[in-house]
């Protein structure tokens, strides 16, 4: 869990790179991650989280550690990339170390800008991503396929999975998304063969400043991809607004009836779509931000921040952030009942503040 990755993928020229750059730009909480890029086009991103610097107040002299995403931009995809075309499959590996796919479609006009296909269609430009990463997919299920009907043959354990696996060739075959037609227990059975199409896919429409405020145009949008989510961002407009302070930032934003950054809403859209939340922890040293999985108990909690406190495991203090905010300290919050002790079962709230106890 310790870093999820967002790949961001698309046709070229739809604005990955500009997003790419004015996400890693802004990421102002990511200080103590010196904007790590492990690769040029890999960046490490701080999950925008504003309970850390109330916190830091609490414990002057504390640094803010935030969680962190990774974020890459990966090379533009284009017709026939599943065959070779373009960057081909060197690239569509990119995309199988991701955990969410974040999907960028253009809709600003711009005719300085070329467009691969010469005019602004997001539908077809979506279908066209869609339908090389399934012929990326049906191409290894089908090389899996022969394999595995020969083995279940012999091994009538192996049914189940030659049956599933069919079910996602016909799936792919009929230009359904494995995402979002298989359940957890399928996604998850799954999960060896790779395939590109059952990650989440999170829709980034790049428009114009100017529809930034259409309604209408935008639910149209929103609708195209439903299930799946959907985000507006304006990339042109992110990467004025990384080069500003926070405070012009923010009002900028604003007059374009902007609440979120765009990170901020990259980074909600992607916690509820691989089912994240924080918690945190805080002292002299350090505040600091986790990331879990919804439902993990305090014993999981505690693995991700070391894997002897995880074994040694005895108990964990819990006290609510908004309750160490209101009360000043962990010695008030005790006096006053509001640090309760947990046992290893316990399940891990939205920003629960933690203290573990442990034995090495
Ligand atoms: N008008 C306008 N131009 C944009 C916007 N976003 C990106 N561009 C321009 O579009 C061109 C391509 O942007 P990139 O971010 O390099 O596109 P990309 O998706 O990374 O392209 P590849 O790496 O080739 O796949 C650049 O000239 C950008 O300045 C936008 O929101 N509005
Ligand atoms: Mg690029």
Request: net charge negative; aromatic share 6%; charged share 20%.
């Amino acid at each position: 869990m310790s870093s999820i990755s967002c790949g961001l993928v698309g046709l070229p020229n739809v604005g990955k790179s500009t997003l790419y750059n004015s996400l890693t730009k802004n990421s102002v909480l990511a200080a103590n991650y010196p904007f790590a890029t492990i690769e040029p086009n890999v960046g490490i991103v701080a999950v925008p989280d504003s309970r850390l610097e109330q916190l830091a107040e609490l414990f002057p002299g504390s640094k803010i550690v935030p969680a962190i995403i990774k974020l890459l931009d990966i090379a533009g995809l284009v017709k026939g990339a599943s065959t070779g075309e373009g960057l081909g499959n060197q690239f569509l590996s990119h995309i199988r170390s991701v955990a969410v796919i974040v999907e960028v479609v253009r809709t600003f006009e711009d005719n300085n800008v070329a467009h691969v296909n010469q005019s602004i269609d997001p539908k077809r430009d979506i279908d066209i991503i869609s339908t090389e990463l399934a012929l990326a997919d049906l191409d290894s299920l089908s090389r899996r396929l022969g394999q595995m009907e020969k083995e279940a043959k012999s091994n009538p354990k192996l049914k189940h999975m030659l049956e599933l696996t069919q079910k996602a060739y016909s799936l792919l075959g009929n230009g359904q998304q494995l995402y979002t037609q298989l359940n957890q227990e399928e996604l998850k059975q799954l999960a060896d063969l790779q395939l590109l199409s059952t990650k989440p896919v999170i829709y980034v429409f790049n428009v114009d400043e100017n529809s930034l405020n259409n309604k209408e145009s935008q639910q149209l949008l929103i609708d195209m991809v439903s299930p799946s989510p959907a985000l507006l961002v304006c990339a042109k407009l992110e990467s004025e607004l990384a080069a500003l302070e926070d405070y012009d930032a923010k009002e900028l934003r604003e007059s374009y009836g902007l609440h979120h950054s765009g990170l901020e809403s990259l980074v909600i859209a992607a916690y509820k779509t691989l089912g994240l939340q924080s918690f945190l922890t805080a002292g002299e040293k350090e505040v600091r931000a986790w990331t879990v999985r919804s439902g993990s108990t305090a014993q999981e909690a505690a693995g991700e921040i070391h894997g002897d406190m995880q074994r040694g495991f005895i108990a964990a203090d819990i006290v609510g952030f908004s309750d160490l905010i209101m009360f000043g300290s962990w010695s008030a919050c005790r006096s006053a009942g509001k640090v309760r002790t947990e046992g290893k079962d316990y399940k891990m709230q939205d920003g629960d503040v933690v203290e573990f106890k442990f034995n090495v």
